[in-house]
């Protein structure tokens, strides 16, 4: 009776661990989603690369920020893809670096690779500008405030001062401490009533002479500017411009564009910083053009001609004059010793694929290597770029035919499904030192005879690649391309053969982990000349499958290749990547916490080898998989958690297995003990409590195998309650979810 009334007062449970989750107010909540937003704006070609794993394959024609490949491919991020060209225009190299913890942790080899890996670690520019000069960053945006010349500019004041000889010094020293003290909010509006405002304090100073009027002029006109009253700025700055004091006449001009284009900007971005070009004041902005180019040829070599030929591109940018932009990022590129450049080469990549790439169409671009960038994204959406588009921009391309002829043939291949189409646009040689545009050339082509069933001829392709492969990450794409045409051919044992091209140990991995057979993974772990890794990677995943395919004997016999110190090779640091976990072979069921215990996984093996439905083997097999997390480890795609297969292309490691049988699902296992009508009475209740337990405490499945409904739960808690409630678990188990 007692069991009975237990089980009518027990409920589904309220989710306790929810409770010990931290409350956060709403301003927190739309402040975090903005900053996701901000991460992931531009989303046509701009990546977030965090918790990024690769995707082992070549064919991309989706935005993939976690899987570039080093040729031109739609896939790949904007960045990827112009940098490439750029490297081809002799403006920087590419290098090939040790892979990373983070990355090898994460299941990286050297191709694919992630956006934030190619930027900070194998992408290297020729320019000696590390980044844009604080005084040329565009202002106005979350980027940074225009206020970011505050600071900046209170040394060239002070030495304008300096230099005014007819000053008397002690109103030189009450100008100077009025500027180091200037510390503006920058804010649209401020009132010009407000008591933070620091232009009454500048009025009131004691200055008498004509020179100090007109340094008391500036400084109450770059307060008007700070502080957003840009009409008052204006007057200031116009009053200043003919001034005959040299520093106040070319800063004041300067400052005439900028004022202008804050005015022009004033109302085009929210609180957040995202931006409304439609906001913006048209009329202010030609103005602040007119006043920087009027700048620009008035003092040409200034001191502020590098951020006034950088704001130009700032208006055009918020004038929505991608050609303009496109035109100045080409200059930029051109022009690397001019007193006008400001742009380093990485800087300008990130600030195309933020600014001119998301406004531009294709028709609106004069530059080839620009253009090219722009058709490969608009290759993702099929709709945005036909082939008579294409064929419109042949004059764009004179002088750049190869490039041309490669839009061509990525566009029969990636948008129109053509890979015959492709082929004819692709010629065969290879020449004896390929370019990244030849090199991606000839990796399409490939793909292209592998998409036509051509897989011989792909093959030999690949192999004659090989040896022409001389620039960073040529080699280990290709060595990719074949080791996907390896295991379509269902050869994969090639890529194990003494003197196999195939030498990248993530992809040899990957085989081994999804591919091998267990004859090959056993002729792996004997030959000695592999590395270490390899051959207990080889072991690892030949035990892991013997065992949790029911290849009970043969996990006996396999048993014995371990080493004797296996107990010493612990987890990973993460799932499988790294040094394999030989050690957790060496489990040893003791009693676990909910006071059950079983044998070693020989043993367990054994059991389960007389018969494979015995109760008591059954139960420890699952307490086994349960003990280690078994059911969700990255790179084994035996579990149905794991794909098998892509719908984009050829994914390494995505072939059938080649071990037969039905992976062990601990949920079919307790049902299977639970209906056994000979199973002991113990292991009943301990597979009733594990099978409830399967859906804690999320209401999900964690244990495999069908679910289940949770009228199904609620009667497994009732029978656990009621037929056994002399056990343990019984008495322990306080719900169902």
Same mark, same amino acid.
């Given at each position: ?6 089980? @009518? #007062?027990? *409920? ?17 909540l739309?402040?975090? +989603?903005c900053?996701?937003?901000v ?18 394959t070549?064919?991309q ?14 896939g790949?991020?904007?960045?990827? /893809? ?5 490297v ?32 900070? /670690?194998?992408f ?57 003290e ?20 500048? @009025? ?8 100090g009027?007109?340094?008391?002029? =500036?400084?109450?006109?770059? *307060? ?9 700025a ?17 800063t ?33 902005l ?10 620009l ?14 704001l ?30 400001n742009?380093?080469l ?9 600014? $001119?790439f998301? &406004? ?19 290759m993702?959406?099929? !709709? ?7 064929e ?5 391309f004179?002088?750049?035919?190869? $490039? ?7 566009h029969?291949? =990636? ?7 492709a ?16 090199f991606?050339?000839? &990796? ?21 690649? +090989? ?19 390896? !295991?379509?051919?269902? !050869?994969?044992?090639?890529?194990f ?21 267990p004859?090959? $993974? ?5 030959l ?12 690892y ?13 043969r ?12 107990? @010493? ?25 909910? /006071? ?32 280690? /997390?078994?059911?969700? $480890? ?10 098998r297969a ?8 995505s ?22 009508t ?7 209740? =301990? ?7 399967? =859906? ?15 009228s199904?739960? #609620? ?12 056990? *343990?678990?019984?008495k ?6």
């Open positions: 009776m007692a069991a009975t009334s237990q089980a @009518k #007062r027990a *409920t589904v449970c309220p989710w306790p661990h929810l409770r010990e989750v931290p409350m956060i107010s709403h301003h927190q739309f402040a975090a +989603l900053i996701t937003l991460l992931s704006a531009g989303v046509a070609g701009a990546s977030s690369d965090y918790f990024c794993n690769p995707r082992w070549l064919v024609s989706e935005y993939a920020s976690c899987s570039n490949v080093p040729f031109l491919s739609p790949n991020d904007r960045r990827v /893809n112009l940098k490439l060209l750029l081809d225009a002799g403006l920087a190299k590419l290098q090939t670096q040790p892979i990373a913890q983070e990355d090898s942790e994460q299941g990286y080899g050297n191709v694919p690779f992630s956006v934030k890996n190619f930027e900070s /670690n194998v290297l520019a020729n320019d000696a500008v590390s980044s844009i000069k604080k005084e040329d960053m565009q202002e106005g945006t979350n980027e940074v405030s225009r206020c970011v010349s505050n600071e900046i500019g209170k040394n060239g004041f002070v030495e304008a001062l300096g230099n005014t000889g007819e000053l008397p010094d002690a109103e030189r020293q009450l100008l100077a401490d009025a500027r180091l200037l510390k503006p909010r920058c804010v649209e509006v401020f009132s010009n009533t407000s008591s933070n405002s620091a232009s009454p304090a500048i @009025k009131a100073l004691k200055i008498t002479s004509a020179s009027n007109e340094f008391r002029q =500036y400084l109450l006109a770059i *307060t008007s500017f700070y502080e957003g009253r840009y009409d008052e204006l007057d200031g700055f116009g009053n200043l411009a003919d001034s005959s004091q040299a520093w106040l006449r070319e004041s001009r300067y400052m005439l564009g900028r004022t202008r284009l804050n005015h022009s900007q004033k109302d085009a971005f929210d609180e957040y910083g995202f931006p409304d070009l439609k906001k913006v004041d048209q009329q202010r030609a103005a602040a053009e007119d006043e920087f180019n009027k700048y040829q008035e003092y040409p070599n200034g001191v502020y001609a590098p951020s006034a030929r950088g130009l591109r700032r208006v055009y940018w918020m004038g929505n004059r991608p050609r303009k932009l496109a035109e100045e990022y080409a200059w930029q590129l051109k022009h690397p010793e001019s007193p006008q450049h742009l380093s990485d800087a300008m990549v990130l600030e195309a694929d933020n600014k $001119l998301d &406004i531009a169409q294709p028709e609106q671009m004069d530059n080839p290597i620009f253009l090219a960038t722009l058709d490969l994204s608009l993702r959406t099929p !709709e945005r770029i036909d082939a008579s588009g294409l419109k921009q042949l004059p764009v004179a002088g750049h035919k190869p $490039l041309y002829d490669y839009l061509l043939a990525a029969s291949f =990636y948008v129109q499904k053509d890979p015959a189409g082929l004819k646009t692709l010629p065969a040689d290879i020449p004896p030192e390929m370019t990244y545009l030849d991606s050339r000839l &990796i399409l082509r490939g793909l292209a005879l592998e998409e036509t069933k051509d897989h011989r001829g792909a093959r030999q392709l690949w192999l004659s690649l +090989l040896p022409v492969c001389k620039q960073p990450l040529q080699a280990e794409t290709v060595q990719l391309a074949l080791a996907l045409n390896y !295991e379509q051919a269902n !050869e994969i044992e090639l890529a053969e003494e003197k196999s091209p195939i030498t990248e140990s993530a992809i040899r991995n990957i085989l081994i982990r999804n591919d091998a057979s004859d090959l $993974l056993r002729r792996i772990i004997q000695k000349d592999n590395a270490v890794q390899e051959r207990h990677l080889a072991l995943t030949l035990l892991y499958k013997d065992l949790l395919k029911g290849h009970y004997q996990y006996i016999e396999d048993y014995a290749l371990l080493p004797q110190d296996a107990a @010493k090779y612990t987890a990973p640091q993460y799932g499988n990547y790294g040094e394999p976990q030989l050690a957790l072979f060496t489990w040893s069921g003791v009693k676990n916490k909910d /006071n059950y215990g079983c044998p070693s996984t020989l043993e367990i093996a054994k059991i389960l080898a007389k018969d494979p439905q015995d109760p008591a083997g059954l139960i420890c097999l699952g307490d086994f998989v349960k003990s280690n /997390n078994l059911g969700s $480890l990255p790179g084994y795609r035996d579990f149905p958690d794991e794909p892509d719908a984009v292309g050829a994914v390494l490691g072939a059938p297995s080649r071990f037969t049988g039905e992976t062990f699902s601990r949920g079919e296992a307790y049902k299977r003990v639970m209906a056994d000979h199973a002991p009475h113990d292991l009943k209740a =301990y597979a009733l409590f594990r099978a409830i337990k399967c =859906y804690a405490p999320s209401g999900y499945n964690d244990c495999g195998g069908n679910e289940v409904a949770i199904v739960r #609620r009667s497994w808690f009732k029978t656990l309650k009621n037929d056994y409630p002399d056990t *343990t678990w019984a322990s188990l306080k719900y169902y979810w």
